[in-house]
């Protein structure tokens, strides 16, 4: 990424990670939709109508960046990823082994080499958000980050019948993602996030003991390389951050552990802005934000404290004693705070209600407020 202006540190240190609760009124339209009793055409127009609202609900409650609380999909990161070339979904036999819940079995697989789709779904799902954006604020795109997509443990079977080699793979989904970015930019985008939890499932596989080992270190450096092809030479306007994520449906999770494995390799990422969770035990220490931050100057480093996962608010002291706490780590003014995840990474949401989600991102708003005026 260029490196000729410093954006991520213009903007405030109170942001969000990007998906809200469905509404009442979209969830009856989404299943009226299924159930075959509206159109695609009058689903999308009450999905517009509650992404209007939503927006003003945001800027009123203090974001300077607000998005459509991913209202347009099911799921954070399979229908991005199944809207680009060469990929399909499928229903696999097992679901996702969250603590406590099962999801559905929708995945995505290669059917061919993957490729930018410039008729993508999300570019038009932008555009209408660009038009209803109240005064002073701007617009956040989320999607999930390419490395969900090469996985050698089975999640993309089958790269070997399009590509001769692995890192033909790698380079082809860079490219893809590299033009989706510049797309976005083209209709106005100026911020982007790429959401992952493949790092979470690393935490836990980088044991120098495991016979695997260096099969997960090479993925590590596989991630690195893919993502900062992906990062390379945008506009120097452009922000990307992006939000390493352990799990999050119906608040439970998937993964556990603190970032020290990863830290490194984090540490050689070319994001301008980490959302990182720390939101209970399971996040570990401060300790490795030293490795994240790398000196970077031009870097912020969003501390989720704060969970959507849970309504009951945090300890006012607590939160500000553990941002003064990871300051010793990193410089206060390249810290925020936000909640350690969205509220809602599928449509099913997490077991908050609204008013107790606007709770929560009224809390963050107020302890950014007195932590950096």
Known sequence: MTTETTTTLTHTHFDQVGS????????????????????????????????????????????????????????????FIWGLNGIEAYEQEASYKFHGAKTRTTNVRLVDKVAFNPEHPFFADFSYLQSVLPEGVEAKVTIPSPSLIPNRDGRSDGWEQFYPTWEAFLDDLAKAYHETLLHFYDLGARYIQLDDTTWAFLIARLNEHDADYAKYVKQCEDIVYLVNQVLADLPADLRVSTHICRGNFKSTYLFEGGYAPIAKYLGQLNYDTFFLEFDD????????????????????????LVTSKQAQLEARENIIQRIELASQYVPLEQLALSTQCGFASTEEGNTLTDAEQWAKLKFVKSVAQEVWG
């Open 20 to 79: 809200l609760l469905r509404t009442a009124p979209l969830k009856a339209a989404r299943q009226a939709y299924f159930a075959g009793e509206i159109t695609k055409a009058q689903l999308i127009e009450v999905q517009h109508e509650e992404i209007a609202k939503l927006v003003t609900q945001e800027a009123a409650v203090g974001l300077k960046a607000v998005t459509d609380g991913e209202f347009a999909r099911s799921w954070w990161h399979l229908d």
């Open 281 to 304: 035990a399971r996040s570990g220490d401060f300790e490795p934000l030293t490795e994240i931050y790398n000196d970077r100057k031009n870097i912020l480093l969003v501390l989720g």
